[in-house]
Structures are given as C-alpha cells and as structure tokens.
C-alpha cells in the first residue's frame, strides 16, 4: 500500500464547477498535512495546510480526518487557471508526496 | 525575501556520463535542503536532505551522491549515470522551526534530465 494515495485522475470539470480530491494515508503517526499545487512541468507550490479544524482560503476547502486518515480538498466556482495537478502531502519526518490529481477545467 | 536557483534548466546526458546539479538559497541562513526526483506522472521522491554543511542523509540507496559545501549550496552528483536516472530533479528548501508542521518547502525551478 503507497503511503499517500490518491484518485488518479484525470479530472475533466466544466468551469464553474465543484470539484473534490481526496487523499489517504497510511501512517497514523502523520502530524501535518498540505496540499500543493503543480502546474504543468512547473515546480510545485503550497496551496494551503490542512489543520484539524478544517480551513478555508477563499474558494477553497481543506479538512481532515485522523481517524479515517483521511484528507480532502475542495475548489468551488472553478476556474481556467485552476488546472493544474493537485498533491497531497503528509508529514512526519519527511514530507511524503502523493502521486497527484491533475485537474482540467473546461470552458 | 528568499529564492532558490536552480540550474541547468534542461539536461541531456549519455549514459555512463557524469552528472552535476546545483541548488543555491539566498536570503535565508541554515535552511533544511531538500533533492528530489520526479519521474513522469508520479510523485516526488526524496532523494537526500541536508540539515547543515557538510551534513548528508540519504532516504534512498543508488548511483546519486549530494554534498553541501556551504550554507546555502547543495549540489546532485553522480559519476555514471543511468536511463533510470531520468526524470524532473528539484531542489527544495525549508526553514527551521520548533514547530514543525509549519515546515513549507520551497522549491526551485527544477532541472528536467533525460538520460540517453
């Protein structure tokens, strides 16, 4: 079992759409959470972190569920320059990387 | 504020040639510095990371070696490399903190190696 899994993808959404990812881990002892995003042959960026609590930054959602080990997140209205390939992160030591969801939005 | 270089951007080796990757950090002292490597349509692999001058650990055993001669430069080597070793290499850095949940890494632009 990978360490970090997530849905393959990819994910074909019409502009203005919801679209939800989710991640699972493995490793009970994680203690933080991200979620980057990486363009198309780019580097990757922090999109956001994922606290306990949930958080929100603008249209997008990210929760947690230690118990499930598991890791969402959601982009409401989404955009053209939403497109790009969403990973999911978990730390313990090391960050350990998900292989990543690209997402396309269509016009 | 902090950046981090990468070069070159774009790579093409033989196989069996050496190999030479450098990552330098301005604007920042004593950062944690990262390699990995990421093959087609996977994640990323950690391959070393560096704590200090001088200080290497390495997370996965092959032909690569790091070194990292000063603060802020860390450098990817290999004597021969192999068709394995394709792939987009990118360097990272994150500061220290006592509160380590709040390590973000940042990455450089990567270096994009096809091995021949």
């Known amino acids: 079992r990978k360490e970090v899994e997530q849905d393959p993808g990819p994910f074909n959404v019409p502009e203005g759409a919801t679209v939800a990812f989710n991640c699972t881990y493995s490793?009970?002892?994680?203690?933080?959470f991200f979620w980057y995003r990486q363009d198309c042959r780019k580097e990757p960026k922090l999109l956001m972190s994922?606290?306990?609590?949930?958080n929100e930054d603008g249209r997008f959602t990210a929760q947690l569920n230690r118990a499930s080990q598991y890791i969402s997140l959601l982009i409401r209205d989404s955009k053209l320059s939403d497109s790009a390939t969403y990973l999911c992160?978990?730390?313990?030591?090391?960050?350990?990387w998900g292989a990543g969801t690209k997402l396309i939005i269509k016009p | 504020s902090q950046t981090i270089h990468q070069w070159p951007a774009t790579l093409v080796q033989p196989v069996g040639s050496p190999l030479s990757l450098e990552c330098t950090v301005e604007?920042?002292?004593?950062?944690?510095l990262y390699w990995y490597r990421q093959a087609a349509g996977r994640g990323l692999q950690l391959l070393f990371y560096?704590?200090?001058?001088?200080?290497i650990s390495s997370e996965v055993p092959q032909n690569l070696s790091a070194s990292r001669p000063q603060d802020r430069q860390f450098i990817l080597s290999s004597k021969k490399l192999l068709l394995s070793d394709s792939g987009f290499y990118l360097c990272?850095?994150?500061?220290?903190?006592?509160?380590?949940?709040?390590?973000?890494?940042?990455f450089g632009p990567g270096t994009r190696l096809t091995v021949l």
């Open positions: 990272a850095w994150s500061g220290i903190s006592g509160l380590a949940e709040y390590n973000e890494q940042f």
């Open positions: 604007g920042t002292s004593n950062p944690n």
């Open positions: 560096s704590v200090g001058i001088g200080q």
């Open positions: 490793n009970s002892a994680s203690q933080s």
């Open positions: 994922v606290y306990s609590s949930g």
């Open positions: 992160v978990v730390k313990k030591y090391q960050l350990i």
